[in-house]
């Protein structure tokens, strides 16, 4: 059976020196990746006995940012370019044009890594603007900028890797290890992120401390919503299923066309009790969470304490059902943690290879590739699996973060209620079991009805709509629809209340006209009020495959004349692998040949309309 918190774990590494010169990690974190490499960094620079920090920017009083001695700073990138929402404050006392230029000249070393997806056209934006800013104002860097890639088949290692390896060698020639000190290895076991304390039998006080706390992992102007629709809009043939899902969310949430709302999900019944199982806990287990005394390790998450930040036990069935995302791909520090549980020789050397630098092809094959998840690798090494020591619970599995749905209605039109078009992830690997979506299968399974309630909160796109009066040309295939349904409803609804009307053109696509035209009533409908030119492109309905691209060339002339001579915007949502070249190159082809310009110039003319200063051209993809 899995130990308890109040059980030994072997070798850890502890608390550096207090004598050693400090490093301070910052991250901005909009789902959470960026605070693991963070973390991750201080993890190894313990292991150099470096005293180490890991402070969240929106936490982090930046005024003392002069004062450090060596200082890592890990960035996202969101939406369109943008920074997190926990890096904005950060972001702007950094752009203060008062800064002087010598601002951080007394600070021994600076280090940037970024996290981005280069399907997105501003690829790692934050960490770039962010490493240039921090130049203008003196800082010497100790480490290139690092720039991790969603695509990379080994997701952020594939750039944190030698990044890391590079910022070890240069920190260490300015802080160099103590005397008669090595590196810790890897195969000492790192201290866990936090203390954690059981009540088993809960007290009277701890079941009162469970529930003062009522909201899961989700920001305080969450809200609970009912849903009341949860239907297929795909034919039942059809290899997609694709909901329209209706929740009841009255006056209590606003959006503004173009906005997503998020949710959040829960694990399955039997993953959870499975989980529960490995680490000996019962549906009476309460579990409370301390911080690492001294401050030096990461602030106990809100879930854990009260309305004034006292710790507070949480059922630990509750944690692993609406907490901790037991269903994750699992990163390297994963099988670095089970490789210290194995008691099977082979079961630790087999995990070693799969986080040591050398077997991450290994590791691609094993868990990147094919998907595979925490629960089903700990299947596959027992041993390891009855090793499992409770205090690690939350360094083996990470808080689940909230899915980002685009909402597809509008307050204008359909008052106290918000819309989504989600298509359910299912997918096959080599793996005997499909892969499935977190979110989507849970919601999936949800049944309507005012007792199905949902953790939702509204949050910005990336779309800059134009007022109703600007021709707008929409491309939106498959579920990149969806936005483009609340951004219709609110510009018809804004030009009826003006008096005016409204041009709108949509470039819709799918496979099959019979098997997922995506809201097909409504956006003919539309057609027939005069308000909106609907191209429709169904691949599979004819021998030649025809594309949303394929139509915008035969539309090629009304594109030109709406961007060019009445200064249309044009917002294309969906996909992010070929479509938005292929749309793009669309779009180019129309400058082309009814601009009569050359091909450079097209391109120049296009880009100068996806300028952020301009707009008029914009990306949603995912």
Not at 97 to 112: C, D, E, F, Q
């Amino acid at each position: 059976m899995a130990g308890s918190g109040s059980e030994g774990a072997g070798p850890r590494v502890m608390a550096a020196e207090s004598a050693r010169p400090c490093l301070l990690v910052l991250y901005g974190s909009q789902t959470g990746t960026a605070e693991d490499v963070a973390e991750r960094v201080g993890r190894e620079a313990r292991r150099r006995h470096i005293q180490t920090r890991v402070v969240s920017m929106d936490a982090y009083p930046i005024q003392q940012l002069i004062s450090e001695q060596y200082i890592v700073m890990v960035a996202a990138t969101t939406g369109q370019g943008d920074e997190p929402d926990a890096m904005r404050p950060f972001w702007r006392f950094l752009l203060r044009k008062n800064l002087p230029t010598t601002s951080l000249a007394n600070v021994g070393g600076i280090a940037v890594f970024g996290l981005g997806d280069s399907s997105y056209t501003k690829f790692n934006y934050s960490a770039i603007k962010l490493h240039k800013r921090l130049g203008q104002i003196g800082a010497t860097f100790i480490a290139g900028l690092g720039l991790a890639d969603d695509q990379h088949l080994l997701g952020v290692d594939g750039a944190l890797e030698p990044w890391l390896e590079e910022l070890w060698t240069n920190l260490l020639a300015r802080i160099p290890l103590p005397p008669g000190r090595e590196i810790i290895p890897d195969t000492v076991r790192a201290a866990p992120r936090f203390a954690i304390s059981v009540v088993n039998p809960p007290s009277s006080a701890g079941v009162e401390a469970a529930t003062c706390v009522v909201r899961p992992n989700a920001p305080p102007h969450a809200i609970e919503a009912a849903m009341v629709r949860n239907e297929r809009m795909t034919s039942v043939g059809h290899f997609q299923d694709v909901r329209h899902i209706t929740l009841a969310t009255g006056s209590a949430l606003q959006h503004v066309p173009g906005d997503v709302l998020y949710i959040m999900p829960k694990n399955p019944p039997a993953l959870v009790a499975e989980v529960a199982g490995y680490f000996g806990l019962s549906h009476d287990t309460l579990l409370r969470l301390d911080p690492e005394p001294g401050g030096a390790g990461p602030a106990v998450p809100a879930y854990f304490t009260d309305t004034s930040g006292r710790p507070v036990a949480r059922s630990a069935m509750a944690v692993l059902t609406e907490y901790l995302d037991i269903q994750a791909v699992p990163r390297r520090y994963f099988f670095e943690l089970l490789a210290s549980f194995a008691t099977d020789l082979r079961e630790a050397e087999r995990l070693r290879e799969l986080c040591s630098a050398e077997g991450q092809d290994d590791l691609l094959a094993y868990c990147n590739r094919m998907k595979r998840t925490s629960i089903e690798a700990l299947r596959d090494f027992p041993s390891a699996q009855a090793g499992l020591q409770l205090e690690y619970l939350f360094d083996l599995f990470r808080p689940i973060q909230p899915r980002a749905f685009s909402i597809s209605s509008a307050l204008a039109a359909t008052p106290g209620q918000t819309d989504l078009t989600i298509a359910i992830v299912e997918y096959k690997t080599r793996l005997a079991t499909p892969r499935v979506g977190v979110c989507t299968s849970w919601l999936a399974d949800l049944p309507a009805g005012e007792d199905t309630r949902l953790h939702v909160w509204a949050g910005r796109g990336t779309f800059r709509v134009p007022k109703w009066d600007i021709p707008l040309i929409m491309v939106g295939p498959g579920t990149g629809c969806a936005p483009f349904m609340a951004i219709l409803q609110h510009r018809v609804a804004e030009a009826n209340k003006a008096g005016g009307v409204t041009l709108n053109v949509l470039f819709f696509g799918n496979r099959n006209r019979d098997g997922d035209f995506l809201h097909r009533g409504e956006w003919e409908k539309y057609e027939r009020l005069g308000v909106l030119r609907l191209h429709t492109a169904f691949s599979r309905d004819q021998e030649d495959k025809i594309y949303v691209q394929h139509r915008m060339v035969e539309q090629g002339a009304v594109l030109w004349e709406l961007l060019d001579n009445q200064g249309a915007v044009c917002l294309v949502a969906g996909n992010s692998k070929r479509m938005p070249i292929d749309v793009r190159d669309a779009l180019c082809d129309a400058v082309e040949q009814h601009g009569e310009m050359p091909p450079k110039s097209a391109d120049e003319y296009i880009t100068e309309l996806e300028g952020p200063k301009v707009r008029r051209v914009q990306f949603e993809t995912w």
